[in-house]
């Protein structure tokens, strides 16, 4: 352009070129927007992202043709991230260890805004209305609340516990049905459910009322937490003592109650090299499944009495232990050193019926929603493995830069995903 | 266009009347494959369509703008219509009563195709990897599976009972885990379970094989039939004699079995106006809510025993026993003449908590997927209303012709709808 710029224009192709100029300039900033030649007509409903956790970065895929369409940069710290997922299954929203929050167009291939919230977060959540996005932050703590079209500010909800003034670390955020959030205080030995007002008005983006509920020694340092599929039960895992607190959210009069008291990290004293996930809590049927904390186990246990089942031997101290949607399958990975090992649990006998080595970091997991398949992170082997469910043979490798969480536009019709 | 072609055209604004033609022409193309100016960059996350019955047409929504986006017409006999939709959420396919399968690409607002499959049809389903589409007819019978991406016939599965020559009309087609579809043949007292085998390459539409499994005097007269959410249990309503029939797909080899046999038409004698819609049974925690044929009750059923609890007291014979996604509300509308009125359940304590009398002719509910609303056709009004289920307010009324099923993408991401 500066050659033009230079040039004085004025014979009858000045037309032509001032259109030339033009069209460069369209192109031009188009390419600034976006690296990704996404396909026009693009549905939304069997995409998703994989986090490259040291490039901070994402990939945008599908998950019917297999393939990566778009690799978006410029995501920030992406270690430990997860995201949510608009309603329309357009945006997803990334949440950083950073403190970044990211909306991705995934039409678009782009990043559509980017904010740093805070200085350091843990997860995120978004509305039954689809309208605010909740970040959980270990610093300062507390909760933010943000449009979920312009992530502009609309709430900021302090963690101050008990009588003090001093705040905590949020950890466990959910959604729960009522447009509300519900999240641990890590410091606080607190649990909150928090109902955000919801406006009439479709393009209002500000928040009516903020109703907080606080269920105060719901047990020592939940660490974190998972809601039922239905949106009915709240479950905070506790790092501060054995067992893990429920709270009944269609019987909140009652509070919190501690179940499997008799279960923890203490027993065995073994180390504990990474705490579960308990996003990945597998329900099938009237049996959770359970990753124990630093024991080579995972617990089973009955959904009605919440009382323990049955305990299965693993091969090392699971992290995440996931339902298939068919809820056939539990496949469960497991902390480092033991973090290239992949098990599969038959729901029914609880027997493991299948092992997998396909190399180092195997970190995550994502089902397609209808169960045939389920994508691995193989982060050593800069990998995505798909599996067949009912073969449990390999489907594809996908390449991926150092991948890690793993997450399909299906949560975006899921409660608490 | 008439008089421009007779014009002849010398003048030096030759060029632009040209111009204005071929304007004029594509705008006149692209009129004829769509009445609707579709959103550009349409995600279809949170999409929708409604049959309008009388006319043929199908409007397509939004579920979260609460607007009609485009109607589509040409759809022929759609009384007693159903949908499917694509993995990817961009197609519906909708199984009309005069056996037309119809192919609506949501994002253009247009029929991508349509086909006359049969005579007189009932249903269909798609398969878990989102290849092919099963129709189950009534004239002449038998199921009929099609390539989802051409509609191109690529099994006909007669359904020839017991040992004779005599076929049978074939209904509650479902798809099941392991891309199997399951159906009941209504002359021939059986179930069918068929498995249709998948081609690794993605583009190929022929099937590898067809496996069928006959369950044989399954109940006389089996009428319709529904899946688990998990894809485990199949159960068949049974016209002919009381009781149902229940198939335990992860236990094929104990073949099916009878439940709620003391249940049945008749016990009172009282007519029954409509046959109720099994595929609207809610499962909410352990318990599935059962319209029951011919009486003014909604049985609750155990369902690991799936032994009767309790019966639910409703205004009059129920058509479809809807639950909420959260499990809170069963959704109950009515059989004529009584199909004004519409009741609200409590899940937990069986008592109801609402009931409407909006307008005559409530047909079907559709909740969305996270369970803040429900949109209630009522096609008298010719309007769907959309309830808040937590205030159980109205939020809106839209305007339908005729409006009867109502279906939204996120059932792509669901076994068996």
């Known amino acids: ?105 995934l039409l678009k291939g782009k990043i559509s805004k980017r904010i740093l919230q805070s200085g350091n977060s843990i997860g995120g959540a978004i509305s039954q209305d689809g309208q605010y996005i909740a ?42 049905p009522g447009n509300q959030f519900v999240y641990s ?31 105060r020694n719901v047990g020592k340092a939940p660490y974190d937490g998972l809601i039922s599929a239905n949106g009915r039960y709240y479950i905070a895992g506790l790092f501060g003592e054995d067992g893990l607190s429920l709270l009944d959210l269609w019987h909140t ?18 180390p504990v090299y990474k705490m579960p996930h308990l996003e990945g809590w597998a329900i099938a049927g009237n049996h959770a499944f359970l990753p124990a904390v630093g024991l080579h186990e995972v617990l089973v246990v009955d959904t009605d009495t919440w009382k323990e089942v049955s305990r299965i031997k693993v091969h090392s101290q699971p992290v995440f232990a996931m339902a298939s949607p068919d809820d056939r399958q539990i496949w469960v990975n497991f902390a480092f050193p033991d ?7 038959d729901s029914e006998t609880f027997k493991i019926i299948k092992q997998f080595q396909p190399g180092k970091g195997i970190l995550h997991m994502e089902f397609t929603p209808r169960s045939e398949h389920v994508w691995v992170s193989v982060r050593d082997n800069d990998e995505i493995i798909v599996y067949d469910t009912q073969t449990l043979e390999e489907v594809k490798h996908i390449p991926a830069k150092k991948p890690s969480g793993i997450f399909f536009t299906s949560r975006a019709h899921r409660i608490g995903l």
């Not at 030995?189 to 007002?197: L, P, R």
């Not at 008291?261 to 065995?268: L, M, N, R």
């Not at 973090?339 to 599969?344: C, D, G, R, S, Y």
């Open 1 to 105: 352009m500066p050659r033009i710029k230079r040039t004085v224009i004025q014979n009858p192709l000045r037309r032509i070129i001032f259109s030339a100029v033009a069209v460069y300039a369209l192109l031009f900033s188009s390419l600034s927007f976006s690296d990704c030649d996404m396909p026009k007509d693009l549905p939304t409903g069997d995409l998703g992202i994989i986090i490259e956790r040291m490039d901070g970065s994402v990939l945008i895929i599908n998950n019917s043709s297999l393939s990566v369409l778009c690799r978006v940069e410029g995501l920030g710290d992406l270690s430990h991230a997860s995201a949510v997922f608009s309603r329309n299954a357009r945006y997803a929203f990334v949440f950083g260890r950073d403190g970044g929050l990211t909306k991705i167009d």
């Open 135 to 176: 970040v959980s932050n270990y610093e300062p703590g507390g909760v933010n609340v943000f449009a979920a079209d312009d992530l502009s500010l609309v709430a900021k909800i302090p963690a101050t516990y008990g009588s003090s003034t001093l705040t905590s670390k949020t950890v466990g955020l959910v959604d729960a």
């Open 339 to 345: 973090n290239n090992t992949l098990q599969v649990i």
């Open 253 to 270: 009069e009652k509070g919190t109650r501690k179940i499997l008291s008799h279960y923890g990290k203490g027993q065995k004293k073994l």
């Open 185 to 215: 205080l890590y410091d606080g030995n607190e649990i909150w459910q928090v109902k955000i007002g919801r406006k009439t008005g479709k393009t209002e983006t500000t928040i009516s009322s903020v109703d907080i509920k606080k269920y």
